[in-house]
């Protein structure tokens, strides 16, 4: 469920020019915010379904979602329809991307969950490495629709794999009401906090900020550059490898200071390092070489920041967002 993210968002990436050039029209970047969008939403309703009805009926609905918006996707005939079945897609995938922490929390204790955390950190980082470079062979392959048929077959392999091995895990006894105003009235009592919503900010600009260059990069460095879809794949693909490399040095960090002091010490330097590459950008003709160093500088920085926002946003509401696991 987790590697619902990196295959949706990544693997269609190096064909963006192919999107654009079969349905003779720009803008293949909607697509992306479109599915974005529909992240953004579909994690608002989850959460609350999952604590009324359990886990596991939401993530039938999910992936069925999932699979039959990647199969639209794959007919897509226009760039209206494909940013359309994006957002179907997204409303399924998240389903399992808000569950499977749900997941974790049921099954574990905060200290427990941080090592589930981990994995879950080390397979995101993977989704990066793997999706791009799978996707430019599919789509060089079979072509970019291919893609969407692949996602879809995935959507069915997960509804498949969760009904047969998942068990629910939800405890019977803790049924929350579903109630549209006790929900509002939790999101806001998070927006009153303001130092929740900082650390919110803080991480949500830099994830934005990844998003923004994993969205352009398509349409501008593979006619830049004259990159084929494999070597674009290959090139996103390191951005994985900076998350990896950003999460080791995360917990090495971590054994000798906390979270809020680290955020404050780093919080500045992708910054720095996003100016640097503007600049440079604007002033001389970057070679290919110098542009991914500066990229994959920036992507260690920001991941370097956003986990501890996280773990720091956690710590303020630490009872609604962990509470006690029932003893079976």
């Known amino acids: 469920m987790t590697a619902v993210g990196p295959v949706s968002i990544d693997m269609y990436l190096p064909g963006f020019s192919l999107i654009e050039r079969e349905l003779a ?5 909607r697509t992306m915010a479109s599915y974005l969008i529909g992240i953004a939403l579909g994690q608002l309703v989850y959460g609350p379904i999952s604590d009324r009805y359990g886990r596991k009926p939401p993530l039938y609905v999910g ?16 760039m209206s329809m494909l940013m359309v079945m994006r957002v179907v897609q997204a409303l399924g995938a998240c389903g399992g991307m808000v569950i499977g922490r749900a997941i974790i929390r049921d099954r574990c204790q905060p200290h427990e969950a941080a090592r589930a955390f981990a994995l879950l950190m080390m397979i995101v980082s993977l989704g990066p490495v793997l999706a791009p470079t799978v996707g430019g062979w599919i789509i060089t392959g079979f072509g970019w629709r291919a ?5 879809c077959l995935f959507g069915v392999a997960l509804l498949i794999g969760m009904h047969g091995m998942m068990n629910e895990s939800r405890d019977p006894a803790h049924v929350v009401p579903l109630s549209f105003m006790q929900v509002a009235r939790g999101y806001g009592r998070l927006l009153k906090d303001r130092v929740f919503v900082g650390y919110c900010l803080v991480g949500g600009f ?11 990069a398509p349409t501008v460095l593979m006619p830049l550059f004259q990159l084929s879809p494999q070597h674009f794949g290959w090139l996103l693909g390191l951005n994985g490898f900076a998350f990896m490399a950003a999460s080791r040095l995360n917990m090495l960090a971590l054994r000798r200071r906390g979270p809020l002091e680290l955020v404050s010490r780093a919080v500045l330097t992708p910054i720095f390092v996003g100016v640097l590459l503007w600049v440079l950008a604007v002033s001389i003709e970057l070679p290919l070489w110098l542009m991914i160093a500066l990229q994959f500088s920036f992507f260690i920085t920001v991941a370097r ?18 509470p006690e696991v029932p003893q079976r």
């Open 206 to 216: 830099g994830m934005g900020s990844l998003f923004c260059y994993v969205t352009a």
């Open 63 to 78: 992936f069925a979602l999932y699979a039959l918006g990647s199969v639209g996707c794959a007919y897509a005939g226009s």
């Open 25 to 29: 029209e720009p803008g293949v970047a």
């Open 147 to 151: 893609v969407f048929v692949f996602q």
């Open 305 to 322: 920041v956003t986990p501890h926002c996280a773990a720091l946003r956690v710590r303020l509401h630490r009872t609604a967002a962990w």
